[in-house]
């Protein structure tokens, strides 16, 4: 038997760089998740993300995803007190979790 234990968050802002990418279907997500992986380690060789980390409240990277009217947002970040000007905030809603 499995025990789950539902855990509430709180609001979280997550500041980070995004991609835009193609709409995944059954033919290109190979494709997909390779610009995926080349937008995160991007981001780590050129020193964003790890300066992200550096400065994160809760050491956790993050990786959103949101399919717009005709592209995916692919968006990494961390909760974090860097200031890059060039970076954006996507904010997580309070909620449960289990």
Avoid: C, Q, W
Avoid at 28 to 47: D, M, P, Q, R
């Amino acid at each position: 038997m499995t025990n789950y234990e539902i855990k509430t968050f709180n609001e979280t802002v997550i500041t980070g760089y995004a991609a835009v990418l193609p709409l995944p279907t059954i033919k290109n997500i190979s494709e997909v998740s390779e610009k995926k992986s080349h937008h995160f380690l991007s981001l780590a060789t050129s020193g964003k993300f790890p300066a992200l980390m550096a400065e994160s409240t809760d050491k956790i990277g993050y990786a959103l995803s949101e399919a717009k009217e005709d592209y995916l947002e692919y968006f990494a970040g961390a909760n974090t007190t860097t200031n890059d000007p060039k970076a954006e905030e996507r904010i997580l809603p309070a909620g449960e979790l289990f």
